[in-house]
């Protein structure tokens, strides 16, 4: 009766949130299972950032509600930020979910669970449904139980939600709420507690990260709270490598370049995201840098960790975005040399200024653009793999891969590797020499000295 199973779009954040709703039905006596077809209760955790996620959500919400008509006591929920956006106005598209769960509600959905079976037990005639979508003080403290596979080597977590910017083409404001962040003792404490149970690879979240606790703590020697944040987590023996998404490129001030040659643990690889070269649609898109300044965030990057990793999102067809905006923005593509990059076509998000703008792109041409964005991405990371062949990796060793076949793992440099090794190096960090690339995978081989295969 009682088996839930939580289906996840979008982002990382999403991705954490349903970790901390699975863990705290769980602690109710929900059972969280894998497989769609045998659940009594699904959960879609849902993102708003372009119309394709919203409508995929839709449409399987659309779907399962069939699955009423056999079972009519299956409960479909909807969470997270399609909930926040559009709320109860869901229910005229599917009259059959039961349950509406915003972004700052996360943490009542067992208590909504738990009502909804009782009225059914209660033998309720008409559908009973709940809408939660208010706001609430302190939410974002509410995202930190974790439900730990055996052996989980990496976590998120989260240290912030929502966001203050006015990018003018993104609904995250909207649906995520104002920015707000987590203690940092309650952060750090946190991170202890998941290095204990044997996670060794950090990753800190939230929508704008560089901005984290700037109204709660003051600088300390020209110190952000963001990267005092940072030399609290590196300091914590058990944790071995710290990762965070996403950083605003107006928030990387010399403080946190410098921590790339101080905090040791904090790993070469930087997701900054760029949207546009054109320092016109930087403008129109309310993003406050110019490709200048950008360029130059990447080249004091560099400076510091001439082997440093980047990779950023992009957005193809803004409003008004000509021949030669995109020209600049592929100029600058190519010049950060990405190893990583999301390439999005830009969708009309409903209330956010940039779906006013007249001069909306031609989806053949967004598509024509994107290509070439990712056609250079593909040279520029195989070009990087390349480089790799031959040399001798940290590796940090996650578990078996997919095929069972051997172990995987990845660099500091966040690149997945395969190779052979032994279950007890799970939670290690191993030499791995790299033998052969593809694009999206390194081949290697453990380094014997000193490890015992
Ligand atoms: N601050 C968050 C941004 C969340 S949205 C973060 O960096 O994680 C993630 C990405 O989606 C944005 O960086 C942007 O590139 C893309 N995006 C946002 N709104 C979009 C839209 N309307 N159309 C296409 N892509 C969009
Ligand atoms: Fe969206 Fe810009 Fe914030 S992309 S999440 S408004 S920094």
């Known amino acids: 009766m009682n088996r839930v199973f939580i289906k996840t779009y979008g982002c990382q954040m999403n991705e954490r949130d349903s970790e901390a709703v699975a863990a705290m039905l769980r602690a109710r006596g929900y059972r969280i299972v894998n497989d769609e077809n045998t659940c009594d209760v699904m959960l879609l955790n849902t993102c708003s950032v372009r119309d394709m996620a919203e409508q995929k959500a839709i449409g399987k919400a659309g779907h399962v509600a069939q699955k009423k008509k056999r079972n009519p006591r299956f409960i479909l929920g909807i969470l997270g930020c399609m909930a926040q956006n559009r709320g109860a106005q869901l229910l005229d598209a599917l009259p059959d979910v039961d349950l509406i769960v915003g972004t700052q509600k996360f943490h009542q959905v067992p208590d909504y669970l738990d009502n909804l079976r009782a009225a059914q037990e209660a033998g309720t005639v008409l559908p009973t449904r709940i809408v939660d979508i208010a706001e609430e003080a302190g939410s974002q403290n509410t995202i930190r139980e974790h439900v730990l596979e055996e052996r989980q080597v990496t976590a998120f977590v989260s240290i912030q939600q929502g966001c203050n910017m006015d990018c003018a083409f993104c609904i995250v404001p909207k649906t995520r709420g104002d920015e707000r962040s987590r203690p940092m003792d309650q952060i750090v404490r946190e991170c202890e507690e998941l290095a204990d149970r044997g996670v060794r690879e950090i990753t800190l979240l939230g ?247």
């Open 207 to 453: 929508q704008i990260v560089t901005s984290y606790g700037r109204r709660d703590y003051t600088h300390t020697g020209g110190v952000t709270p963001f990267v005092q944040l940072l030399e609290r987590v590196n300091a914590i023996p058990g944790i071995k490598r710290i990762r965070f998404t996403s950083p605003h490129p107006r928030g990387f001030k010399d403080d946190l370049i410098a921590a790339y040659g101080r905090l040791e643990k904090l790993c070469e690889y930087v997701h900054l995201p760029l949207q546009s070269g054109s320092d016109r649609i930087l403008r129109a898109m309310n993003r406050p840098y110019t490709r200048e300044r950008y360029r130059q965030i990447v080249d004091d990057l560099r400076r510091v960790r001439p082997d440093m990793y980047f990779s950023t999102d992009i957005i193809v067809g803004f409003p008004g975005e000509t021949t030669e905006d995109f020209e600049q923005t592929r100029e600058l593509f190519d010049a950060c040399n990405y190893d990583m990059a999301y390439v999005f076509k830009y969708s009309i998000r409903t209330g956010t200024p940039a779906a006013e703008l007249a001069d909306q792109v031609p989806d053949d041409l967004k598509e024509e653009r994107n290509q070439v964005l990712l056609r250079l991405l593909e040279q520029n990371s195989d070009r990087r793999n390349a480089t790799l062949v031959g040399t001798t990796q940290e590796v940090l060793v996650e578990g078996p891969d997919k095929k069972g076949v051997g172990y995987m793992g990845r660099t500091r440099g966040n690149r997945i590797v395969h190779f052979a090794a032994n279950e007890r190096l799970i939670g290690e960090l191993v030499p791995v020499t790299i033998k052969r690339v593809s694009t999206a995978v390194l081949y290697g081989e453990l380094e014997l000295a000193g490890v015992e295969r």
